[in-house]
């Protein structure tokens, strides 16, 4: 039975469920920052994955990165899997900018996360779930 590791609980808030991972907002305001959690059970690694979900997790996490890039316009999208302190299956995806606070480093380690005030969380939710859902149903407006 899927369960999500009690840390990315703790430090993300839950936005919208894809075909195959949950996606959440990290409780962090300095990045537009999302990860992608397989809705598997027992998974460390992509390996682990059988070949269609493995394709179906590149292709939601290039999903939300679409969604990120329209809604941020960031010079670059971070993808990635570590796993070092949260060993379940998951996929970082993070819009970045020039001059960010870690730029050009990565986001890990460096400073303390910055949490979103109630206001800023319950915007950025909205944002974030009304693109999804668009993304999702292929419905998204042209020229943004």
């Known amino acids: 039975m899927f369960r999500l590791d009690p840390r990315l609980e703790q430090d993300t808030v839950p936005l919208?469920?894809?075909?195959?991972?949950?996606?959440?907002?990290?409780?962090d305001a300095r990045y537009p920052w999302l990860i992608l959690v397989p809705a598997r059970p027992d998974l460390c690694e992509l390996h682990d994955l059988g070949a269609a979900d493995r394709t179906q997790l590149i292709e939601e996490a290039a999903q939300v990165s679409r969604v990120?890039?329209?809604?941020?316009?960031?010079?670059?999208?971070?993808?990635?899997?570590?796993?070092?302190?949260?060993?379940?299956?998951?996929?970082?995806?993070?819009?970045?900018?020039?001059?960010?606070?870690?730029?050009?480093?990565?986001?890990?380690g460096q400073g303390a996360a910055v949490p979103y005030?109630?206001?800023?969380?319950?915007a950025t939710?909205?944002?974030?779930?009304?693109?999804?859902?668009?993304e999702s149903t292929?419905?998204?407006p042209s020229g943004n």
């Open 68 to 108: 990120l890039e329209r809604l941020f316009k960031p010079d670059k999208i971070n993808v990635g899997a570590l796993g070092n302190i949260v060993r379940q299956l998951h996929i970082h995806v993070i819009a970045r900018r020039i001059g960010d606070s870690a730029w050009p480093g990565p986001v890990w």
């Open 16 to 27: 919208a469920r894809l075909s195959l991972a949950h996606v959440l907002l990290m409780c």
């Open 138 to 140: 292929g419905s998204v």
């Open 125 to 134: 939710r909205e944002r974030l779930t009304t693109a999804l859902a668009l």
């Open 117 to 122: 005030s109630a206001e800023a969380l319950a």
